[in-house]
């Protein structure tokens, strides 16, 4: 019983954002068969991963302990090893396929090798250390490998679908900004300090960010197909002939106006808009009003108040010896300038985006 009960641990939160995606993608849904080659394919991806860090294991640098010791084996180790190889292996899968035919696709593959690939590491991880550690890496570490997924899916798709210049570069961004946030995740972890705290805002970020870009996705694939609708034009009615007038006269050309012209919002400034928000100024000028992008300032001031928690867990809730005071102070200082400043800019979004029209005509 205790091994089935494990079993469904592991398997049921995986299998719970896997359905997530795909109820996402609901306006040129993908089929459920490729879904489930995407996420064979993803977990055959942790064999090359486990086998460089197996290989990689023995050197002198992943030997050292404390923090250092899990940042290098987080940042050059772990981090890199199954990042790409659940990347190149969803990349070799799809990239010739025709049902990868939108930028929404490539959020549902990537999203769904990373799933395959975090499902069987589940299932070793909750085998060996019981139902605790499976019901943390069902909030924590299923998240954080989907998020990173949907992550590099999205550029994937927005480097193959859009008109970019150098669309290797945005593939790039995909892949380190996935890297970045799982070598942050396990570096955070792993450590034994204050740093620990900051774990917290990280898995919120990872859900804030992993969200919008699966309704993204979603709302990319709702303007591709009215793009599509629209530009399917019906077939030509040629003008009834006209018998010859018995006394001559200049005969007017007939000429059938054209449709007019829909504008759609498919642009990344107004995706989400629709034609009822717009709103006319003094000027009789048509804008569209900004969206708030309420997720800025919420992550922004729990930024802030953790901050500021840590400062005073460490001058309230613990006696200071005098002669470590400037030491506790520096230290304090390079833990929290990061969350700080990530705080601070992304404030500074909300407040100017507030203050944004965008202007259609």
Known sequence: MNTILLLILAIAPPIAFMYFIYWMDRYEPESLRTIMMAMFIGALSIIPAVIIQLVSDPLPLF?????AGAFYESFIQVAPSEEFSKFIFIYL??????FYNEINDGIVYYGAGAIGFALLENIFYVFDYGFTIGILRAFTSIPLH?????????????????DQSKPTNIIIRGLFLAYLTHALYNTLLSAEN?????????????????????????????????????LVLPPAIPPPAIPPPA?????????????????????????????????TDSSGKKYLPPKKEVWKAFLSRTLFAITGLLWLLVFIGAETPPGER????????????????????????????????????
Request: glycine residues 8%; aromatic residues 14%.
């Open 247 to 279: 006394i001559p006269f200049p005969v007017m050309p007939l000429v059938i106006p054209a449709p007019p012209a829909i504008p759609l919002f498919v642009g990344p400034a107004v995706r989400n808009y629709r034609w009822e928000e717009v709103v």
């Open 146 to 162: 989907t998020f990173c997924g949907v992550i590099i899916g999205y550029h994937a798709g927005l480097a193959r679908f859009t």
């Open 63 to 67: 030997q050292i302990g404390g923090l």
């Open 93 to 98: 899968f799809i990239r010739k396929k025709p």
């Open 194 to 230: 204050f740093l620990m705290l900051l774990f917290i805002p990280l898995i919120i970020a990872v859900y804030f960010i992993g969200y919008r870009t699966l309704r993204r996705g979603r709302w990319l694939s709702l303007a591709g197909r009215v793009a599509a609708k629209n």
């Open 326 to 361: 400037w030491n506790i102070v520096l230290g304090m200082i390079l833990i929290t300038i990061i969350p700080f400043m990530l705080g601070l800019l992304l404030e500074l979004s909300y407040q100017r985006r507030k203050r944004i029209r965008i202007y259609i005509d």
